[in-house]
């Protein structure tokens, strides 16, 4: 892959070290689908960190994995707060088992959010399902009426 040079992006990943990709802000934000502004924003809150080469910042196939975590705690409704928490943990324990009980505490208090969410969910369901029969008969009794009157 060519490497990065002052005024150029390069157009997939490139490499400098063996073995080890690297991207550009906006080379990362499209593979990702999201854009350069959402990956400086994780930045900003501490959740990744990239190399810089000059003024351009570098994003390593662990900058990448944190992004994907990222994007996928955030899609499952945890907070910036509960993933930086998890990502930490990744460097403090080496056997990731802290990680893992995290992600099993975070997960089990996520599901029992959205078991009760759901049976809220139902709930209204049903009251609106039966308001639409209510209305719908209604209706239908009203225009009988009316063919009835003009009969």
């Known amino acids: 892959m060519a490497p990065l040079s ?4 390069a157009e997939g990943p490139t490499e400098s070290r063996p073995g080890v990709a690297f991207n550009t802000v906006t080379q990362l934000a499209r593979e990702l689908g999201i854009t350069a502004r959402t990956i400086r924003f994780y930045e900003d809150k501490g959740l990744i960190s990239p190399e810089r080469a000059g003024s351009t910042r570098i994003y390593t196939a662990r900058d990448r994995g944190r992004m994907i975590l990222i994007l996928r705690g955030k899609r499952l409704g945890f907070t910036l707060r509960e ?3 998890y990502l930490d943990l990744y460097n403090a324990d080496q056997t990731q088992a802290g990680q893992i009980r995290v992600l099993l505490a975070g ?3 996520r599901l029992e959010m959205l078991r009760e969410q759901r049976r809220a969910l ?3 369901i049903d009251e609106l399902e039966d308001i639409e ?3 719908k008969d209604a209706l239908a009794l009203k225009v009988n009426e009316k063919i009835a009157q003009a009969g």
Do not use: C, M, N, W
């Open 107 to 109: 997960v089990h208090k």
């Open 133 to 135: 029969r209510q209305a």
């Open 6 to 9: 002052a005024g150029r992006q």
């Open 122 to 124: 139902e709930t209204t």
């Open 83 to 85: 993933i930086k928490d």
